[in-house]
């Protein structure tokens, strides 16, 4: 079984910011595969199911992201996972926006919500799928810009960001790491805005 987590804040008020793609993204997974993440536990919103034969977890951590791993960690205790069995996704300024990347072990690259489950489960030995959301614009505080919403360009862009994210997750569930960074982490072209 894994645990896969999306990272992001809870409230409207941040549902579509770049900082929750990591909370979009598992949803997209829920929707195509036939769950619906609602149940409240754990200080989460999770659901529990198969990806074709593979059981899993989907959980979108309720703390605000520095809090991340308090949730994480009372998810991963409950379901007995060990943290090589947790995938969190998560936003990423040092990749162009929609891009995706595999990451095991290492630090947290300045982001509240991985440092906080690396302090949390007390190792970094679990596997992150970063997507891309680019850099601020000149002169932008990165702190304000993931807290902004997508321009209209990504906003037209995000759902081929999304499933390819969701597919991404699925292919690694069912088909390995491997398989998912060979076919996932290339860069994609995203179709021009109509």
């Known amino acids: 079984m894994k645990i896969i987590v999306g990272l992001g804040n809870p409230g409207t008020a941040y549902r579509m910011s770049r900082h929750n793609i990591g909370f979009q993204v598992v949803d997209r997974l829920a929707k195509i595969s036939h769950l619906s993440i609602r149940t409240k536990r754990f200080r989460s919103l999770y659901e529990t199911g198969c990806i074709d034969s593979e059981k899993v977890v989907l959980a979108k951590p309720m703390t605000f992201m520095n809090r991340s791993g308090e949730a994480v960690k009372k998810a991963a205790d409950f379901f007995h996972l060990k ?27 300045g982001h509240q919500g991985v440092r906080s489950v690396i302090e949390r489960m007390g190792e970094n030995n679990f596997l992150r799928l970063k997507v891309g959301i680019g850099r601020p614009p000149e002169g932008m505080d990165p702190a304000e810009y993931v807290l902004d919403v997508f321009d209209d360009v990504e906003q037209s862009r995000l759902d ?35």
């Not at 090589?84 to 690259?109: A, I, M, Q, S």
């Not at 960001?161 to 076919?183: D, F, H, I, S, Y």
């Open 83 to 109: 943290v090589e069995d947790l995938v969190v996704v998560h936003d990423d300024l040092d990749l162009p926006f929609g891009r995706l990347r595999f990451k095991r072990r290492g630090g947290d690259g």
């Open 160 to 194: 081929q960001v999304l499933c390819r994210a969701a597919e991404c997750l699925r292919t690694l569930l069912l088909e390995g790491l491997e398989k998912a960074m060979n076919q996932f982490q290339k860069k994609f072209p995203l179709s021009p805005v109509s």
